[in-house]
């Protein structure tokens, strides 16, 4: 696919010792978002343009928010190249929690044996240090390039994913034709990124005293009643899906019970409103406005089939009430489903690299959750495929961890990614 020449050059200009010290370097900086303890992405971010710039690439810095900014590291190709390729990786962490949980400092990078510990050394601080040192060595090995690559160091990934989306709004995705989404996927292919709807649900009943329950409306059979239903959807899309070879089974997850949502609760007290918060996680095949429909009609089935049931009972008892519990769905946010051909050029381009890098089959998968890449290819059918460094399960964790070997494998692959997908002219 490249000629060995220009593969040995690539990877003779490539450091290991750099990929470590500019992800440990990143990972000293603290870039959880909180603007109470006065840290964001700011620090990360102006770093890796003034690195960028050290290294001789073209950067621009926009805010995508304040005090939020996105970098983007240009290398450009030879004239008359028709694709861009782009890496993608974020500055922002989450939060380390309480530090003291820590083996070693959240923010120190300590290195022990082959692995660097700290918030971000996986996800995915260190697949940015990659991304970057891919590129400056593909810029020191002065190989021509038949298109251009774009780094895209980008804000808050794990929160809104604004970044992203700014970048999109500000036309810079329109020239992209494909990415890489730098991400801990422990060396995988994957091709495919769940898709997310999150819900809530808003039972609203009326607040009495414990032992008078008849002279109020208690909101919990009508949780009952959407917990039940979201068993039942769940069993359906599994039923007629089946289970996804790479993002497994569909899920519709209850994941916050609330009753009373806000205030006290207590236990003589029938509380007046109940809250079911609801992430459905999604795969190819499943439509999200189909799922949205049976949401609401969930809400409203449950809002009758409840107040049907009260009514006869209060009937056989004598009492007169409104039966009813007002029931209501919110959708508070819808991510598409991503799937990429595996025939697709930036695939086809990352299991080469992969092979020529480690002498293996590469072996594909699936992404669990949404990344930046969900936005890109969902928002501009841009074809993005995630890869990266790190264990799938360390990221958020407490002595997070990522092994230095990989992570320079991972650097290797990167670069011979964009050789691939830029080494020669494309008809
Ligand atoms: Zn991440």
Same mark, same amino acid.
């Given at each position: 696919?490249?000629?060995?020449? #220009?593969?040995?050059?690539?990877?003779?200009?490539? $450091? !290991?010792?750099?990929?470590? %010290?500019?992800?440990?370097?990143?990972?000293?900086?603290?870039?959880?978002?909180? !603007?109470?303890?006065?840290?964001?992405?700011?620090?990360?971010?102006?770093?890796?343009?003034?690195? &960028?710039?050290?290294?001789?690439?073209?950067?621009?810095?926009?805010?995508?928010?304040?005090?939020?900014?996105?970098?983007?590291?240009?290398? &450009?190709?030879?004239?008359?190249? %028709?694709?861009?390729?782009?890496?993608?990786?974020?500055?922002?962490?989450?939060?380390?929690? @309480? !530090?003291?949980?820590?083996?070693?400092?959240?923010?120190?990078?300590?290195?022990?044996? +082959?692995?660097?510990?700290?918030?971000?050394?996986?996800?995915?601080?260190?697949?940015?240090?990659?991304? #970057?040192?891919?590129?400056?060595?593909?810029?020191?090995?002065?190989?021509?390039?038949?298109?251009?690559?774009?780094?895209?160091?980008?804000? %808050?990934?794990?929160?809104?994913?604004?970044? *992203?989306?700014?970048?999109?709004?500000?036309?810079?995705? $329109?020239? *992209?034709?494909?990415?890489?989404?730098?991400?801990?996927? @422990?060396?995988?292919?994957?091709?495919?990124?769940?898709?997310?709807?999150?819900?809530?649900?808003?039972?609203?009943?009326?607040?009495?005293?414990?032992?008078?329950?008849?002279?109020? #409306?208690?909101?919990?059979? &009508? /949780?009952?009643?959407?917990?039940?239903?979201?068993?039942?959807?769940?069993?359906?899309?599994?039923?007629?899906?089946? +289970?996804?070879?790479? #993002?497994?089974?569909?899920?519709?997850?209850?994941?916050?019970?609330? &009753?009373?949502?806000?205030?006290?609760?207590?236990?003589? *007290? *029938?509380?007046?409103?109940?809250?079911?918060?609801?992430?459905?996680?999604?795969?190819?095949?499943?439509?999200?406005?189909?799922?949205?429909?049976?949401? +609401? +009609?969930?809400?409203?089935?449950?809002?009758?089939?409840?107040?049907?049931?009260?009514?006869?009972?209060?009937?056989?008892?004598?009492?007169?009430? $409104?039966?009813?519990?007002?029931?209501?769905?919110?959708?508070?946010?819808?991510?598409?489903?991503?799937?990429? $051909?595996?025939?697709?050029?930036?695939?086809?381009?990352?299991?080469?690299?992969?092979?020529?890098?480690?002498?293996?089959?590469?072996?594909?998968?699936? /992404?669990?959750?949404?990344?930046?890449?969900?936005?890109?290819?969902?928002?501009?059918?841009?074809?993005?495929?995630?890869?990266?460094?790190?264990?799938?399960?360390?990221?958020?964790?407490?002595?997070?961890?990522?092994?230095? @070997?990989?992570?320079?494998?991972?650097?290797?692959?990167?670069?011979?990614?964009?050789?691939?997908?830029?080494?020669? !002219?494309?008809?």
């Amino acid at each position: 696919m490249v000629p060995p020449d #220009l593969v040995d050059k690539v990877l003779g200009a490539l $450091d !290991p010792a750099g990929v470590v %010290d500019l992800a440990a370097a990143l990972v000293r900086i603290n870039s959880v978002f909180d !603007p109470e303890a006065g840290t964001s992405e700011q620090e990360a971010a102006e770093f890796v343009a003034r690195w &960028a710039e050290r290294q001789g690439f073209a950067v621009a810095v926009e805010e995508a928010a304040p005090r939020r900014p996105n970098v983007l590291v240009t290398l &450009a190709g030879s004239p008359g190249g %028709d694709r861009t390729l782009m890496f993608e990786g974020h500055t922002d962490v989450v939060t380390p929690g @309480d !530090p003291a949980a820590w083996t070693h400092p959240p923010f120190s990078a300590a290195i022990v044996g +082959r692995r660097m510990f700290g918030r971000g050394t996986n996800d995915t601080k260190g697949n940015l240090a990659a991304m #970057l040192c891919a590129m400056a060595a593909i810029r020191r090995a002065g190989v021509p390039l038949h298109g251009d690559i774009l780094g895209g160091v980008l804000c %808050d990934e794990e929160g809104a994913m604004t970044g *992203v989306q700014d970048f999109i709004r500000r036309g810079h995705a $329109d020239r *992209v034709s494909a990415a890489v989404i730098c991400e801990p996927q @422990d060396g995988l292919l994957c091709t495919s990124q769940k898709g997310a709807v999150r819900a809530r649900f808003t039972v609203t009943g009326r607040m009495c005293h414990g032992a008078m329950p008849l002279s109020g #409306l208690n909101p919990a059979p &009508a /949780v009952a009643e959407i917990l039940r239903g979201l068993e039942e959807l769940e069993e359906e899309a599994c039923r007629t899906l089946g +289970r996804d070879p790479d #993002l497994n089974w569909p899920s519709f997850t209850p994941t916050v019970i609330q &009753a009373p949502p806000e205030g006290p609760a207590q236990l003589n *007290v *029938v509380p007046g409103r109940a809250v079911v918060l609801v992430d459905v996680r999604t795969i190819p095949r499943q439509s999200h406005p189909a799922i949205v429909e049976r949401l +609401r +009609r969930l809400a409203e089935e449950t809002r009758r089939r409840v107040g049907q049931a009260t009514r006869e009972r209060d009937r056989r008892r004598g009492v007169t009430r $409104d039966p009813e519990p007002g029931v209501a769905v919110e959708i508070l946010s819808d991510r598409p489903c991503t799937q990429t $051909d595996r025939g697709d050029p930036v695939v086809r381009a990352a299991a080469w690299a992969t092979r020529a890098v480690t002498g293996r089959e590469p072996a594909y998968g699936g /992404v669990p959750g949404a990344t930046d890449g969900t936005f890109l290819a969902a928002w501009k059918g841009i074809p993005i495929v995630t890869l990266g460094a790190g264990d799938r399960e360390v990221p958020h964790q407490v002595d997070e961890w990522v092994d230095l @070997d990989q992570l320079v494998e991972t650097a290797r692959i990167y670069a011979l990614t964009a050789l691939a997908y830029l080494g020669s !002219p494309q008809p």
